[in-house]
């Protein structure tokens, strides 16, 4: 399991920034950690009851930049081998528009052999988008009750469904899911649906070094993103690493580099990241933070004896 659990942290050094679209799911750098809101499979990867919270500022200093935030909430029952969890997440997107996305979310996993386990995952909740032109600071009041800016408040609320599945031994893992299964086209309140592959292998340098190259993609629409990097594990203490997201558009040509480090003590996990733009993005606003605070209740403490 203490093997499985470093792969589960190496998995998702995924998706530094938003791309420009108010719509696409939460791309988060530190999902390393816990990533049920992007593959339910993901459900339980511990024997401990997991509370994770994430946090993300983009564009630092900057008035009404983007905020972010996700709870996840995970336990496993061994005795019928599920995982079963919470996701809530929480997208501010400047002063008008915010959505939230709660699911609950259920895995189960099928021991094909001694090494090899599949996951397979399922969540079910409610997205929720709320849209307030008359926060916005509109240089032209004529823009109002054009048919694509409308003129009052808006909110909806929609069912949203996830699927996924991972498959597992103590040296690689790897793992496909579908976000929003039933949005088939983005509104202003509801994402479409998303497709995300990875991958991971361990390698052990020596008895306190590890490294975890990752491979991630994720479709939507028209957009492809992909992050290649690496994470490196000190005694299972510290952790750091870097990923890079290659530009699919123009030759593979780096945009956007992802640099975090970590540490974590009796179960409490503390991590930070920071995006850094490349080649055309250089320019971009470098103070996208992200910070990660977990702790893992360990179940056996409290069992009776």
């Not at 791309?19 to 593959?39: G, T, V, Y």
């Not at 926060?135 to 009052?152: A, F, H, M, V, W």
């Not at 899911?177 to 991958?199: A, I």
């Not at 690496?230 to 690493?241: A, E, K, N, P, V």
Request: hydrophobic content about 35%; aromatic content about 14%.
């Amino acid at each position: 399991m203490k093997t499985i659990k470093v792969l589960v942290y190496s998995l998702f050094t995924i998706l530094g920034i938003h791309i420009a679209n108010a719509q696409q799911d939460l791309l988060l750098s530190q999902e390393i950690f816990s990533r049920i809101n992007k593959n339910p499979a993901a459900t339980g990867n511990t024997t401990d009851i997991d509370i994770f919270l994430h946090g993300r500022i983009q564009w630092a200093g900057v008035d009404n930049g983007p905020r972010t935030g996700v709870l996840n909430v995970t336990n496993y029952i061994d005795k019928i081998k599920s995982g079963m969890g919470l996701t809530c997440s929480f997208d501010k997107m400047g002063m008008a528009h915010n959505t939230i996305n709660i699911k609950g979310v259920y895995a189960y996993q099928i021991d094909l052999s001694e090494k090899y386990v599949l996951s397979l995952g399922l969540g079910v909740g409610f997205y929720y988008g709320y849209f307030d032109p008359y926060r916005n600071l509109i240089s032209d009041q004529s823009e109002l009750g054009d048919e694509t800016y409308p003129d009052k408040k808006e909110t909806k609320v929609s069912p949203d469904f996830d699927f996924g599945a991972e498959l597992s031994n103590p040296y690689w893992t790897v793992g496909a899911s579908v976000t929003h299964l039933t949005k088939g086209e983005m509104t202003t309140f509801e994402s479409e649906r998303h497709y995300y592959l990875y991958g991971t292998s361990l390698i052990p340098i020596n008895q306190t070094w590890e490294v975890a190259p990752t491979l991630c993609y994720m479709h939507r629409n028209k957009t492809n993103v992909m992050e290649i990097g690496s994470l490196g594990f000190y005694d299972r203490f510290l952790w750091g690493g870097f990923a890079i997201r290659p530009d699919l558009s123009n030759g593979f040509n780096p945009s956007m580099m992802v640099l975090t480090l970590g540490v974590e003590w009796y179960k409490i996990r503390f991590g930070y990241s920071i995006d850094l733009g490349l080649g055309a993005n250089e320019r971009i606003d470098k103070t996208t933070h992200e910070i990660v605070l977990s702790y893992g209740f360990d179940k056996t403490k409290y069992k009776k004896r």
